[in-house]
């Protein structure tokens, strides 16, 4: 079995800055791509940040700039460093990752935290 699970989300300040964390558990032979998604109240939920499983990195445009993701393969983890936080960056924030189970799962699946709660006062 398969959990990830984010950490780091809290309350700060318009401008502030905050780090998350999301550690993939259990039954992990390799790992692709990861990528945080977020979804405000409301709102669907969008996926603002990718890196590759050789670390290359994408992200949507609103974060560009003051978000940073990156990730530590022997820690199996992923981070998203977070700068010059907004008010409109209060949301869920969800890590994914496509994992693969043991060294026969050819194509893995996808996998979902239950999320971290970001919330940036004015």
């Known amino acids: 079995q398969v959990q990830l699970v984010e950490s780091g989300g809290g309350l700060v300040q318009s401008g502030g800055s905050l780090r998350l964390s999301c550690v993939a558990a259990g039954s992990v032979s390799k790992i692709g791509a990861m990528d945080w998604d977020r979804q405000a109240p409301g709102s669907q939920r969008d996926i603002i940040a990718t890196?590759?499983?050789?670390?290359?990195?994408n992200y949507e445009n609103s974060v560009m700039g003051r978000f940073t993701i990156s990730r530590d393969n022997a820690k199996n983890t992923v981070y998203l460093e977070m700068s010059s936080l907004k008010p409109e960056d209060t949301a869920v924030y969800f890590c994914?990752?496509?994992?693969?189970?043991?060294?026969?799962?050819?194509?893995?699946?996808?996998?979902w935290g239950k999320g971290t709660q970001v919330t940036v006062s004015d």
């Open positions: 994914c990752a496509k994992i693969h189970v043991d060294s026969e799962d050819r194509y893995g699946r996808d996998y």
């Open positions: 890196i590759s499983e050789s670390g290359f990195a």
